[in-house]
């Protein structure tokens, strides 16, 4: 790593990665580190919205996403066979009027190809013990030893942000009772191949998305959800919550893993030369899946705020991009609450809250107003 750099930025997943494009592509000096020996080769997140194609239009790596992904113009909430609400995209004001699905490791690997065509390298593995700092600038020590000292430093280094601890900054909020079970699985049934599909049940809910080669990405609350789950285990999920009419089969499971889900978000963005971004500034339930698009948002808007700092001198840009991304990512938050709530709600509740919901669902206004809040398009 080098000794000294404009910022040095500490996680490369996804927000890490786009912040460093975006400065690099200014013309600072940006080093990254981060303490996994390779990148993550699953696929964990994998909705991309609109608002978030928008924003990544300037770092060039849009069109390698979109042209890799699958495009998905609707999204629909569902009791079993009951159509709840539907929401459709593709009327939206944008280019990208659908939700992109694609793997995250695509995302990643697509962002680190640009970081790297660009003259960067990532340092692994790199693991942050302590950031001291003062008026000048920011200094990282390693658990090797080794330092970095930086104008900035970008704590984008997840949910225990290391660097978030270090400089003090609160987190607050709490977590959700409920587990959550993901899993890539090969699916056979009734299951469209173009459309998200959130299910309520007494059960809990479950998310059924198309993926690249053929996969679907399965997202379940359960109370304690297996390390590993297994065909046996998400076709029982599906048996419960999913369609009826044509029952769903799973063929095999890809990838899986379990998860608990808090509701957080960084009582400030900034100390002094030290700002956050993505999951080490907010995390929420992963109902609408806004999680990494908060994220890679950002991740766009701090690095043209690092920019201006550069240039400028003054520390007024990061005041303005935690005055105006805190704020989203409280309306993030309580919007994945309120749909976690929905689809958890006491089973005695469950008929009128479809009954609401059905009745909603016939306004114009209330579904193009959903459209444009899971888009993203509201942040614009």
């Known amino acids: 790593m080098n000794v000294t750099t404009d910022v040095l930025v500490i996680g490369a997943g996804p927000t890490g990665l786009a912040v460093a494009v975006s400065l690099v592509q200014q013309g600072f000096d940006v080093t990254i580190a981060d303490d996994q020996a390779e990148g993550d080769n699953t696929s964990r997140a994998a909705v991309v919205h609109a608002r978030t194609l928008e924003v990544l239009e300037p770092l060039g790596v849009t069109k390698k996403m979109t042209g890799l992904g699958i495009h998905s ?18 009327r939206l004001p944008t280019p990208y009027p659908y939700t992109l699905m694609i793997s995250q490791a695509d ?3 697509i962002l680190l190809d640009r970081f790297e065509e660009l003259g960067g390298r990532v340092a692994r593995p790199y693991r942050v013990v302590a950031v001291e700092q003062d008026a000048e600038g920011a200094t990282a020590t390693f658990a090797d030893g080794s330092q970095v000292r930086a104008g900035y430093l970008v704590g984008a280094d997840g949910m225990h942000s290391t660097v978030r601890e270090q400089v003090g900054i609160g987190f607050t909020g709490g977590t959700y009772a409920e587990s959550f079970s993901l899993a890539d699985v090969r699916l056979s049934g009734g299951v469209p191949a173009d459309e998200v599909e959130l299910f309520f049940s007494p059960d809990g809910l479950v998310v059924v998305a198309p993926l690249p080669g053929g996969t679907f990405r399965i997202v379940a609350t359960v109370e304690e959800a297996p390390e590993r789950p297994d065909v046996a285990f998400v076709q029982r999920l599906l048996d419960a919550r999913g369609p009826v009419k044509e029952r769903v089969v799973v063929e095999e499971v890809v990838w899986g893993s379990r998860f608990r889900v808090h509701h957080r978000v960084a009582d400030a963005y900034r100390s ?19 999680g990494m698009n908060a994220g890679l948002q950002d991740a766009a808007a701090l690095g043209e705020a690092l920019g201006q700092a550069l240039r400028s001198g003054s520390a007024a840009p990061l005041d303005a991009y935690a005055a105006v991304r805190r704020p989203v990512a409280e309306q ?8 976690t709530a929905l689809a958890t709600v006491d089973r005695r509740l469950r008929p009128l809250r479809n009954l609401v919901l059905r009745g909603l669902a016939v306004l114009p ?16």
Do not use: M
Not at 76 to 81: L, P, Q, S
Not at 332 to 339: D, I, K, M, Q, S
């Open 272 to 290: 002094g030369r030290v700002v956050l971004a993505g999951d080490a500034a907010h995390v929420h339930s992963p109902a609408g899946g806004q």
């Open 365 to 380: 206004p209330f579904r193009r107003k959903l459209a444009w809040r899971l888009s993203g398009l509201v942040y614009r």
């Open 332 to 339: 993030v938050v309580a919007f994945a609450g309120r749909l």
């Open 107 to 109: 995302t990643e690997r």
């Open 73 to 90: 113009p609707r999204f629909t909430i569902r009791d079993r066979d009951r159509v709840l609400v539907p929401v459709d995209f593709s």
